[in-house]
Nanobody
Framework: VQLVESGGGSVQPGGSLRLSCAVQ????????IGWFRQAPGKEREGVSF????????FYTDSVKGRFTISKDDGKGTVDLKMNNLNPEDPAIYSC????????????????????WGQGTQVTVSS
């Protein structure tokens, strides 16, 4: 099983990026996929996730209205479209998997997720 992140880069404030998570040998029908981020000196933060089945989603408050998570079960990909990026968003973004669905009201902590990849770096600077 392997989850590989891509799409990171450097943008100016207000810019956009689309991150992609390629999920290999893991059925998206049975796993929730999350996007977490960690900036230097800060704790890892759950940004968004999408559930199997009903595709219910969660967004942390600071990204609501700016980020959109989506998935393509056929292609085995989970994307995170990030608009209006600001100086609070730079971090390494990772997409681990959680077996089964998770609560959109009380998302599980990061240690309950498996198959962490190397992540992809997002930088926002003028």
């Amino acid at each position: 099983v392997q989850l590989v992140e891509s799409g990171g880069g450097s943008v100016q404030p207000g810019g956009s990026l689309r991150l992609s998570c390629a999920v290999q040998r893991l059925p998206l029908d049975f796993y929730s996929i999350g996007w977490f981020r960690q900036a230097p000196g800060k704790e890892r933060e759950g940004v968004s996730f999408i559930n199997p089945g009903d595709r219910s989603t969660f967004y942390t408050d600071s990204v609501k209205g700016r980020f959109t998570i989506s998935k393509d079960d056929g292609k085995g990909t989970v994307d995170l479209k990030m608009n209006n990026l600001n100086p609070e968003d730079p971090a390494i973004y990772s997409c681990p998997a959680h077996p089964g669905g998770v609560s959109v009201s009380w998302p599980p902590p990061s240690h309950e997720y498996d198959f962490w990849g190397q992540g992809t770096q997002v930088t926002v600077s003028s």
